[in-house]
């Protein structure tokens, strides 16, 4: 009966505070008091972890979900009062990673309005090099990496491109007030280069690590809008890729694979590379990864005949490979399913190969 009587009491002090902030004055008064909105956090906290270790008593378990909505309403007013209070932005991503808060779809709208479609170049610069901070910090875990990866940083720079598009498409193409020189530097110097050398051999993340899947696709992203302005990275890039591709974990694999496609797409590559990178691409089967791969032939496709060499027609590098594999493999059906696929989207392989 205590935890009942306590359970109620918090969600009724966290409905107060939110009927609060819903007039400009009032909440202002409220949210400006550090103590206040600390303890206020304190007990919603409290509230989600009771919620999860199954002991909010049945009859208060709506309400209490409900509050986890007011909550994030409450710091959502205050972020849209205090909009340079990274720390406490970022703390909130902290909490939604352990439980403690439920990131709801109030959040991701203030993120969208307010962090990831602002017109303030120098916010995003804030927010970009704050997130890769955290994605350098060993004490940074797993999980958060992802969610500033996925909900934050990927998405600031979808929209900087979007923004910038008459001049990102461009063959000149040389950044944008975002993305400049020293943007990519950091990303190269923080990111890119730390990743090249990085042991993963005994790596002992169980099943797909997103936080790698979130770099790895920030990485391809990069080099698709901005190969002009990593010029001087591709060398760390390359390694980044390749290193990555010897990852057990098939996801991120071909997710590498993807990357390093994107790289021989738009830079010149020895043939040697261009070629191990088709191989492998042809001859992968496992079912997890069959999209990527068969987004990274569709890659390659444009520039095979330049990037391989050799003769021309039916004798050309890229046909006989295919014509090999098919002959070869003819049990496994995942396999020569990717290959009959890329083969039948284009009708001029199709005509060499067959």
Not at 67 to 83: F, K, L, R, V
Not at 234 to 263: P, Q, T, V
């Amino acid at each position: 009966m205590q935890l009942a009587s306590r359970c109620d009491a918090e969600r009724r002090i966290v409905h107060a505070a939110y009927a609060i902030c819903q007039f400009e004055a009032p909440a202002k008064e409220l949210l400006r008091n550090d103590t206040a909105r600390n303890a206020l956090l304190d007990v919603a906290k409290t509230l989600q972890v009771q919620l999860q270790q199954d002991k909010v008593p049945c009859s208060l378990r709506l309400a209490v979900m409900q509050s986890a909505e007011q909550t994030m309403d409450i710091i959502t007013t205050y972020m849209d009062q205090h909009p340079n209070d990274i720390a406490t932005l970022f703390n909130v991503f902290s909490s939604c990673t352990t439980n403690e808060l439920q990131p709801c779809p109030v959040l991701f709208a203030y993120l969208y309005k307010k962090v990831i479609t602002s017109d303030s170049v120098d916010y995003q610069r804030t927010i970009m090099q704050r997130c890769i901070e955290l994605y350098t910090s060993k004490d940074t875990t797993q999980k958060l990496k992802w969610f500033v990866f996925h909900n934050l940083a990927n998405p600031i720079l979808a929209n900087d491109v979007m923004r910038n598009w008459d001049s990102v498409s461009q063959a000149s193409n040389r950044g944008t007030l975002l993305l400049d020189k020293a943007m990519t530097q950091e990303i190269h110097d923080k990111l890119w280069k730390p990743q090249s050398i990085a042991d993963i051999s005994d790596d002992s993340t169980q099943g797909v690590d997103h936080s790698r899947m979130e770099l790895l696709q920030t990485s391809a992203f990069l080099i698709k809008h901005h190969h002009n302005m990593l010029q001087d990275a591709r060398k760390d890039l390359i390694k980044f890729g390749w290193n990555y591709i010897r990852l057990e974990d098939h996801i991120n694999k071909y997710a590498s694979y993807c990357l390093i496609a994107y790289f021989i797409h738009h830079y010149e590559t020895p043939p040697k590379i261009a070629m191990q990178v088709y191989n492998s691409l042809l001859r992968a089967h496992q079912t997890e990864g069959r999209n990527l791969v068969m987004q990274s032939l569709e890659i390659l496709e444009p520039v095979l005949k330049k990037r391989l060499g050799g003769p021309e027609g039916r004798q050309s590098v890229w046909a006989r490979l295919p014509r090999k594999i098919l002959s070869e493999e003819i049990s496994n059906v995942q396999q020569l399913t990717s290959i009959y696929h890329f083969i039948v989207r284009h009708t001029r392989q199709k005509a060499v190969i067959s």
